[in-house]
Every structure is written in C-alpha cells, then in structure tokens.
T-cell receptor, first 115, second 120 residues
Framework: DAGVIQSPRHEVTEMGQEVTLRCKPI?????LFWYRQTMMRGLELLIY????????DSGMPEDRFSAKMPNASFSTLKIQPSEPRDSAVYFC?????????????FGSGTRLTVV | AQKVTQAQTEISVVEKEDVTLDCVYE???????LFWYKQPPSGELVFLIR??????QNEISGRYSWNFQKSTSSFNFTITASQVVDSAVYFC?????????????????FGQGTILTVHP
C-alpha cells in the first residue's frame, strides 16, 4: 500500500494567488481529514469527510478555504486568495475504524509558503 | 468538547535515561480512542500506539511503554533507556467514535506536543 499521498510536497506562492493541495487516501479508508500545523496553533483539524461527505468543517478558518472530496480516492483543499498567514504544513490523513486497523494514516504533508 | 493536554513543552535528557511524557485528556464520550504519534525532524507523523477506552491494560513495545488510567484521564508514555534517535516531537491525541457507523472514526484532537531532546 502506497499510504496517503499528498501533492505537492512544497508550494511557494505569492499572496493573492490560488493554491490547491491534493490528497489521495488509502484505498478502503472511508474517512479523510485535513489538518494544518503551525508553531503557534499546533495541529488543528480543518475539515473531515466520512464516505465523501463533509461532516465537520468548523475548523476551516474562513471563506477563503474550501475542501472537496468528489470520490473516495481524491480530495482537494483550496485557498483563494492566499495570504502569508496561511503559511503552514498541511497534512491529509485517512482512516477506517476496525479491530485490525490502528486508526489514522497521515500523508507526508504539504509545506505551503505564501510570500 | 474534547481536549488533550501535554503539560511538558520540552524535555531534555541524556542518552540511556528513562523519560515519561505526560498526557491528560477530557471527553464526555464513553467510547473513545487514544493515540501517540511521533514527529521526527523530517516532519512526518508516525503512529506509535492506539488504545481503546474500554481497554486499560498497559502496553510495552520494546523500549516503549504506555500507562492508561481512566480514573485520572491520563495516557502517559515512557521511553526506557532513551537514545538520540528518540529525539522528536511527541503528540498525544484523542478520537471520538463517529456516529456515522461502526467503521468510522470521529475527529482526532491533538495535544500541543512535547519536544524531546536526547543528548549523547
């Protein structure tokens, strides 16, 4: 299994530009989570999906952020327009609860820098 | 609301010392899951352990051991005979059981993390 795949690994963009982060969850996992990590706020949940349906987006900072999961194998997190305070590492994770599945598998993250 | 508190921001030890990382949690759920993750300098989040709320058995895996006590809402992590490679940020996390069905987790809430530095 290739694990959770995120792209790009690094993104540098100018303020005001649109940024799209991508995630491919593990096949068979039915939940997908987007997290943001910063020094000030630590790891915070932005949004999560169960069976492709958004369940809780209360962590999405503002209307500039949007997330979609059009099918079980793909999700995007979009920031439009981007701002310097959006600079962070964005992690995607997927999971499927069960006795033999330990829980959440995280991707390698996308390091976003907005200048 | 769920909350995870890791009161130790940074810990510094010398190699071969034992070290315990504290984790205290709050939840109103009766079914929940506790996790520890390691984040080495390379940045990825590495799973270490999951514990179910109805299983209070302590667990040992090599130099790692975990002490889960529901009475004090704590899930502490001990590294025995620490090594330089153990230097990392360690996160404790709490997950509720999702209402979406038996095959889904709810959201995972992380503590602020403890930076462990092991000196040679």
């Amino acid at each position: 299994d290739a694990g959770v795949i995120q792209s790009p690994r690094h993104e540098v963009t100018e303020m005001g530009q649109e940024v799209t982060l991508r995630c491919k969850p593990i096949s068979g996992h039915n939940s997908l989570f987007w997290y943001r990590q910063t020094m000030m706020r630590g790891l915070e949940l932005l949004i999560y999906f169960n069976n492709n349906v958004p369940i809780d987006d209360s962590g999405m900072p503002e209307d500039r952020f949007s997330a979609k999961m059009p099918n079980a194998s793909f999700s995007t997190l979009k920031i439009q327009p981007s701002e310097p305070r959006d600079s962070a590492v964005y992690f995607c994770a997927s999971s499927r609860r069960g006795p033999s599945n330990y829980g959440y598998t995280f991707g390698s993250g996308t390091r976003l820098t907005v200048v | 609301a769920q909350k995870v508190t890791q009161a130790q921001t940074e810990i510094s030890v010398v190699e071969k010392e034992d070290v315990t990382l504290d984790c205290v949690y709050e939840t109103r759920d009766t079914t929940y899951y506790l996790f520890w993750y390691k984040q080495p300098p390379s940045g990825e989040l590495v799973f270490l352990i999951r514990r179910n709320s109805f299983d209070e058995q302590n667990e040992i895996s090599g130099r790692y051991s975990w002490n889960f006590q529901k009475s004090t809402s704590s899930f502490n992590f001990t590294i025995t005979a620490s090594q330089v490679v153990d230097s990392a940020v360690y996160f404790c996390a709490l997950s509720e059981a999702s209402n979406a069905g038996g095959t889904s987790y709810g959201k995972l809430t992380f503590g602020q993390g403890t930076i462990l530095t092991v000196h040679p």
